[in-house]
């Protein structure tokens, strides 16, 4: 997707009650669940991350490159200029980052599924410290409309990305930093009190 991003996120309790309520509204299906890795890379004096910008190698069913500007806040959802490509070896694509002197900072998964629904996209996300649903749609209207039928309450919609959730959890409860894996967070799924979240569902 290249433009503008404009999405709202929520930490769910109940995420296949979440689809449930997708399905009975006829929901497309675009992408079945899927395991993604991602890898977080800035430059070395940190200033991509500094100035509120995102430099992201995915790789799900294909590999992706993805550039994510400054966030702004509208009317409790948050939008963004969004540039995203595929490439065709995601090895090769951390080789040509680095050679290009970009360091990798992060590494997170998740397990994601999407929907299709009243021009929107519904991101299903399970991620090693909770559950989470996203929607990104064309204006702010119509992503608070689904939110509302999905009975999500946008009082409780999460103010920060997933990588910023973790590394808050990390400090307050004096954890050392590191990446956000399945695998790292085995037998740890923090509470939402813990992550300083509260369920919309």
Sequence with gaps: MNGQEIEVKFYVQDLKAVEKRLLEMKALLIQPRIHELNYRYDLPDGSLRANGRVLRLRKDAEACLTYKGPSALQDGIFSREELEFTVGDFDTAQKFLEALGYVRIFIYEKKRAIYDLQDCHIMLDELPFGEFVEIEGPDTAAIRL????????????????????????NMKYGLA???????????????????????AD
């Excluded at 689904?146 to 959890?169: D, K, S, T």
């Excluded at 799924?189 to 509260?198: D, E, F, S, V, W």
């Design 146 to 169: 689904l939110a509302a039928q999905l009975n999500l309450n946008m009082e409780y919609a999460v103010g920060a990305g997933y990588a910023r959730i973790f590394e808050n959890y």
């Design 177 to 199: 930093q590191g990446d956000l894996t399945f695998e790292a967070l085995s037998g740890k799924k923090p509470t939402a009190g813990q992550l300083n979240i509260r369920p």
